[in-house]
DNA sequence: GCAAAAGTGTTCATCGTACACCCATGG
DNA sequence: CCATGGGTGTACGATGAACACTTTTGC
């Protein structure tokens, strides 16, 4: 790569970046509880189709600029702080009809305390939808890929790092807790015994990683309130750790 | 992204691929089998550093076959059917001098009875380099994290993942097997018993995946020659399963 | 007081680890 | 026959899973 010498090199792809943006609001059904960012396409080649976020890399700006940006023009939202990675490249030489269009897919997370605000002002129409709703629905391009991908990576991380704490508020439950791992993961998780739990979690109480505010959330229709918990960013040395369940997912089938 | 009409795109980035070409051989220094491949630069930029074999991705090519060529015209290499996986896309903006280069790092595994051909015809001098013996040498561009990159990636999917077999020759022993773990994940595993090693892939054995072929390997110096094994790759979704040795890796400090 | 949900403690089975012993090869 | 390395079986300890029981809320 790179040979010759210092000369300019000539341009011969397109560079997008594009967002799966999730995040897991409170629900009923456990089913619906975990959701995608999605907008209306307009153009006349995917009339009807909806895509993922995205835009064009502009000359000067990194990936993760580009992406925060995509999410800002096309839904309203402001990224700023938000988890972003970068998830992977899609590149089949005929996944666009104008080009050489390669793009590099990202996944975002927000936590459920930040209001989802999509103003009209927005360019787009965006709207979320439920993960397991749009598996099988067609996206434009080649986004039924990436949103796959996204779906593996998030639930697989989630096994081996504490990733959860990144989609919960400042302060949360135990119970809360549990319903993030049972809507990414697998809906059974929601019947895990308090004591297993707290087990699981028993390492970052111990190393002060995870704190009891002190205070019970305030109620929510019937049954014992849960305690309260904030999660204080821990050493970066001790942020990963296997977690035990490893039940397949329940998402594929 | 994708916006607008159907008019063909204006092209606005350099795209290339970089490969990470891993191979483990015998070697009495555990330390020195896990080796890369690494090439010699003549520009005037980086005299004397040395890099990671990449080429400009074609217009009509795919990144797979992209990175098997620079494997093949960098190194005389010939790729075809080896392992071959995307890594991750670098991109800052000021990576390379000569415009907006955009550079997706794959990672390749190659099995050690395919021998290594490195004929004085290739355009680059390449060579072998242990791996931990690269770590604190500045290699060309930004190749230093790429590497740091792959190695992260090839240590997390050797034990979540039966990736050990892409290394392995034909036929292997249960102790070749074991080398392979200790040269990327921790020279300690060098003296895990054999009992306990093969409870580890007792699945595999039970499955079918992995079969006794019913020989001794050709004996080695001193001790009994270890019994051989053939690897059938299994159906995919019995592909990955969790492996027990959670060792912190050796290769960052 | 009763149902529902959260939290606590204990028991049991599973599995990774350690270790003691047997087998096959070269010198 | 002895040193070296591979292979087999057993025993112990840690840990994840299940369950019985207590606590706190709304009706």
Redesign the pocket.
């Known amino acids: 790569m790179h040979s010759g010498d210092a000369q300019p090199l000539q341009p011969n792809a397109v560079i997008a970046v594009d967002v799966v943006l999730f995040k897991v609001r409170h629900s009923e059904h456990i089913d619906e509880a975990w959701q995608v960012l999605l907008v209306q396409r307009e153009d006349a080649a995917f009339a009807g189709k909806r895509s993922l976020p995205g835009v064009l890399v502009r000359a000067e700006e990194t990936f993760d600029a580009a992406a925060r940006r995509a999410l800002h023009t096309k839904a309203g939202l402001d990224a700023a702080g938000w988890y972003l990675e970068q998830l992977g490249t899609f590149s089949a030489p005929d996944r666009d009809t104008r080009g050489r269009v390669v793009s590099v897919a990202h996944v975002a997370l927000q936590r459920t305390d930040e209001l989802t605000l999509v103003p009209g002002g927005g360019i787009m129409r965006a709207e979320w939808a439920p993960v397991r709703s749009v598996f099988g629905e067609e996206l434009a391009f080649d986004h039924d890929a990436m949103l796959g991908a996204a779906v593996q990576r998030v639930q697989s991380k989630l096994r081996y790092s504490w990733l959860a704490f990144q989609v919960l508020p400042e302060t949360f439950?135990?119970?809360q807790l549990r319903a993030v791992y049972a809507a990414i993961l697998d809906a059974s998780l929601l019947r895990l015994?308090?004591?297993?739990l707290?087990?699981?979690f028993a390492p970052l109480l111990a190393s002060g990683a995870l704190v009891p505010v002190g205070e019970?959330a305030s109620?929510t229709?019937?049954?014992?309130?849960?305690?309260l918990y904030r999660f204080q960013g821990p050493v970066a040395g001790t942020w990963e750790r296997e977690l035990?369940?490893q039940e397949g997912s329940s998402v594929n089938e």
């Open positions: 439950t135990l119970p015994n308090t004591s297993n707290k087990k699981t019970r109620t229709g019937a049954g014992r309130p849960g305690d035990p369940w």
